[in-house]
């Protein structure tokens, strides 16, 4: 885990996490967004040109994502609102990539919606893996907007097509990994409410739901970006 370094950064230069602050585990169903954005998919079908994607050129590297981190635990040390948005950056990376593009009901998102290979398919995942570690760092989406302001620039028909079918693949990969951090929550969401959590379980639970947190806004940027078109 490249960002292993990082991720011991933030704890350190964060101070404790807040041991009385009660945290609601937030359980909004990110499946809902999966059947709207995945019903768009039309780009196979589209015949007007080849198909137009987000490239890895589209948002930071993962190195240049790690000094952010870094950057910014140093900007808010002191601040434990934030412990919870800079442990969850702090455990993406290339990894997470390569765990969606292993799964195989991603890739089949993939193979529906574009006829491309797998490094395509793990582009467009990384860009977007990067893309969530940056919503984590800022606390917003505006990144999100942006990248997929290049759509702007295609032929109306194109521009609809390679939107809803990239939103589609991305969504594919954020859903898997946000079941995983799911699974996690509903056994640490017991283990609070219990009273019984040590201050490593609490910040557990909190970076947990701060991860669900930006996966569910970033899924809501792109369906505002898909349904826009």
């Given at each position: 885990?490249?960002?292993?370094?990082?991720?011991?950064?933030?704890?350190?230069?964060?101070?404790?996490?807040?041991?009385t602050?009660k945290?609601?585990?937030r359980?909004?169903n990110?499946r809902k967004?999966s059947?709207?954005?995945?019903?768009f998919?039309?780009?196979?079908?589209?015949?007007d040109a080849?198909?137009?994607?987000?490239?890895?050129?589209?948002v930071?590297?993962?190195?240049?994502?790690e000094?952010?981190l870094v950057?910014a635990c140093?900007?808010?040390?002191?601040d434990s609102?934030?412990n919870?948005?800079m442990q969850a950056?702090?455990?993406?990376g290339?990894?997470?990539?390569h765990?969606a593009?292993s799964?195989m009901s991603?890739?089949?998102?993939?193979?529906?919606?574009?006829?491309?290979?797998?490094?395509?398919?793990?582009?467009?995942?990384?860009?977007?893996?990067?893309?969530?570690?940056e919503?984590l760092?800022?606390?917003?989406?505006?990144?999100?907007?942006?990248?997929?302001e290049?759509?702007?620039?295609l032929p109306?028909?194109?521009?609809?097509s390679s939107?809803?079918?990239?939103?589609?693949?991305?969504e594919a990969?954020?859903?898997h990994?946000?079941?995983?951090y799911?699974?996690m929550?509903?056994?640490?969401?017991?283990?609070?409410?219990?009273?019984?959590?040590?201050?490593g379980a609490?910040m557990?639970?909190e970076k947990n739901?701060?991860?669900?947190?930006a996966?569910?806004?970033?899924?809501?940027?792109?369906?505002?970006n898909v349904?826009?078109?």
């Amino acid at each position: 885990n490249m960002f292993a370094s990082s991720s011991s950064a933030a704890r350190a230069i964060i101070c404790a996490p807040q041991r009385t602050k009660k945290i609601t585990s937030r359980r909004r169903n990110g499946r809902k967004m999966s059947t709207k954005i995945n019903g768009f998919m039309t780009l196979r079908s589209e015949p007007d040109a080849p198909a137009r994607s987000v490239t890895s050129d589209d948002v930071s590297s993962w190195p240049e994502i790690e000094r952010q981190l870094v950057k910014a635990c140093a900007i808010f040390a002191g601040d434990s609102s934030v412990n919870g948005r800079m442990q969850a950056a702090g455990q993406l990376g290339p990894h997470t990539t390569h765990d969606a593009v292993s799964e195989m009901s991603v890739v089949e998102v993939f193979t529906t919606a574009y006829e491309g290979s797998l490094e395509d398919c793990s582009t467009i995942l990384d860009v977007h893996y990067r893309l969530l570690a940056e919503t984590l760092i800022q606390g917003n989406t505006e990144l999100v907007e942006h990248v997929y302001e290049k759509f702007a620039a295609l032929p109306p028909r194109l521009r609809k097509s390679s939107l809803r079918a990239t939103a589609a693949c991305a969504e594919a990969g954020l859903l898997h990994t946000r079941e995983e951090y799911e699974l996690m929550n509903a056994v640490l969401s017991e283990v609070v409410e219990s009273g019984d959590a040590d201050e490593g379980a609490l910040m557990e639970f909190e970076k947990n739901n701060a991860m669900l947190k930006a996966m569910d806004d970033m899924l809501e940027a792109m369906l505002k970006n898909v349904s826009d078109w």
